[in-house]
T-cell receptor, first 111, second 116 residues
Framework: KQEVTQIPAALSVPEGENLVLNCSFT??????LQWFRQDPGKGLTSLLL?????REQTSGRLNASLDKSSGRSTLYIAASQPGDSATYLC??????????FGSGTQLTVLP | ETGVTQTPRHLVMGMTNKKSLKCEQH?????MYWYKQSAKKPLELMFV???????ENNSVPSRFSPECPNSSHLFLHLHTLQPEDSALYLC???????????????FGPGTRLTVT
């Protein structure tokens, strides 16, 4: 069964700092990995989707990478802003044909 | 309306009530999903429908009953719930769901359910 782990559980950084969020997964047969953002009490907003054949995806200040061999993905956020404060979730689609979610990293960007 | 919508946004119900959650997607997708998000726990997949056919039921208690009348609408019928069923219920959709490939999932805003 796929397991997805996110470290750290919470992170607080000053505005303007570059940061990296980590995600690890156990199913090497992963088809894709998706990063989401969730604001308190709200639904999920898809940020980036990386297919298994890709190494990374970029959208604006966000860059996500995928390394199937090591079972890891990272989300890089450049020049962080207070508006980036949210919980970031990674989810892998593997051989079980369903998205398995990590517990998330709660990010706070201090002005 | 665009994207994935869910109604109601908040619901308080007693353990003997019967209620339904509604989800509608305006993206032309063929797969729809129900997830449960409890405090301090990862999102849990409950049900999947692909082209109106249920393809996944992750050992969900029978007090939760899904219905998918067409590819755009998904319902979750609730009856005799327990307080531990209080959670955020999220609906999502994707282009389709197959074993050979996967597609980006788009989520609705969720229904915050409180069982008293």
């Amino acid at each position: 069964k796929q397991e997805v782990t996110q470290i750290p559980a919470a992170l607080s950084v000053p505005e303007g700092e570059n940061l990296v969020l980590n995600c690890s997964f156990t199913d090497s047969a992963i088809y894709n990995l998706q990063w989401f953002r969730q604001d308190p009490g709200k639904g999920l907003t898809s940020l980036l989707l990386i297919q298994s054949s890709q190494r990374e995806q970029t959208s604006g200040r966000l860059n996500a990478s995928l390394d199937k061999s090591s079972g890891r993905s990272t989300l890089y956020i450049a020049a962080s802003q207070p508006g980036d404060s949210a919980t970031y979730l990674c989810a892998g689609w593997g051989s079980a044909r369903q998205l398995t979610f990590g517990s998330g990293t709660q990010l706070t960007v201090l002005p | 309306e665009t994207g994935v919508t869910q109604t109601p946004r908040h619901l308080v119900m007693g353990m003997t009530n019967k209620k339904s959650l509604k989800c509608e997607q305006h993206l032309g997708h063929n797969a729809m999903y129900w997830y449960k998000q409890s405090a301090k726990k990862p999102l849990e997949l409950m049900f999947v429908y692909n082209f109106k056919e249920q393809t996944e039921n992750n050992s969900v208690p029978s007090r939760f009953s899904p219905e998918c009348p067409n590819s755009s609408h998904l319902f979750l019928h609730l009856h005799t719930l327990q307080p531990e069923d209080s959670a955020l219920y999220l609906c999502a959709s994707s282009q389709t769901q197959t074993s050979a490939s996967s597609y980006e999932q788009y989520f609705g805003p969720g229904t915050r359910l409180t069982v008293t």
